[in-house]
């Protein structure tokens, strides 16, 4: 039996080569990078809210360019959430120890 996808992605495009991807990739990393620069350009010049425009442009097209790097951080997003608010209940749980033992000490000294 044999497995047939019935799907394609754009990876998969019958006219595009990999060095027609490779082409792509390049270019959306001089644009990004570019971008970038642009921004800090235009944010030294004392243009904010353009070069707030052009860094967030900037990004958004870096950000494509790393689509894996992305994935993966997205997917782990939740375990760290997860550990800060473990570290963050540890840290209430400590607060509130040395609170109550802060009373206990107000008490001994009859304050």
């Known amino acids: ?4 996808p019935l799907t394609k992605g ?3 495009s019958v006219g595009a080569t990999p060095a027609d991807n490779e082409k792509s990739a390049n270019w959306i990393r001089i644009a990004a990078a570019s971008t970038l620069a642009a921004s800090g ?5 004392g243009n904010r809210r353009a070069g707030l425009l ?3 442009t ?3 097209l870096a950000l494509i360019d ?6 993966a951080w997205w997917n782990a997003l939740p375990g760290y959430l997860e550990r800060i608010d473990e570290v963050l209940g540890r840290a209430q749980n ?13 008490r001994a000294f009859g304050k």
């Open 66 to 71: 790393q689509q894996d790097s992305l994935c």
């Open 58 to 60: 900037g990004t958004a």
């Open 10 to 12: 754009a990876k998969d």
């Open 94 to 106: 400590a607060v509130e120890d040395l609170s109550a033992q802060g009373q206990n000490l107000r």
């Open 1 to 4: 039996m044999v497995v047939v």
């Open 54 to 56: 052009t860094a967030v």
């Open 41 to 45: 350009a235009l944010l030294i010049t």
